[in-house]
């Protein structure tokens, strides 16, 4: 998420265009990609973040969880094509996980060896930091503050 990205973003704000009275989305209802290790990339989400995966090969993060940090919510942006928001990773996207505690997930990423190539403490949506991937994919770490 860039920092101004949700700036002056409403609490409750609708996710749909036109009518109420047709079929509309309700929200991210997962993130999918290719990895050329899976396994390995599981491994690394695991020990880097803490992120536990189940025997099918994903995890799962509750609505509840983010519920209980005020200012947390789900943003869908298109960047222009030429952005270099998301450098130095060489994909045309970027995955924000929201954390709850930014400064102790950098100190777990120092323990393995991750450093960030970026961060934003005191934002206006909160503080991010940004960390790669084993393969390339850029990590935008969140923790929200309530939104103003």
């Known amino acids: 998420m860039c920092s101004g990205?949700?700036?002056g973003?409403?609490?409750r704000s609708p996710v749909f265009a036109g009518s109420a009275e047709i079929a509309?989305?309700?929200g991210l209802g997962g993130l999918f990609f290719k990895s050329d290790d899976p396994d390995g990339t599981r491994e690394w989400y695991g020990r880097v973040l803490?992120?536990?995966f189940e025997e099918w090969g994903g995890t799962v993060f509750l609505p509840e969880t983010a519920a209980a940090h005020p200012g947390a919510g789900t943003v869908f942006s298109p960047f222009k094509a030429e952005?270099?928001?998301f450098a130095p990773s060489q994909?045309?996207?970027m995955i924000n996980l929201m954390v709850d505690d930014l400064r102790a997930m950098l100190a777990r990423c120092a323990e393995h060896g991750v450093e960030p190539v970026l961060e934003m403490f005191g934002e206006a949506n909160g503080d991010f930091a940004h960390i790669m991937d084993p393969e390339g994919r850029k990590l935008e770490l969140w923790q929200p503050k309530p939104m103003q």
């Open 50 to 52: 803490g992120i536990a």
């Open 83 to 85: 952005t270099e928001y």
């Open 9 to 11: 973003f409403p609490s």
């Open 91 to 93: 994909e045309r996207f």
């Open 24 to 26: 509309r989305v309700l």
């Open 5 to 7: 990205c949700r700036a």
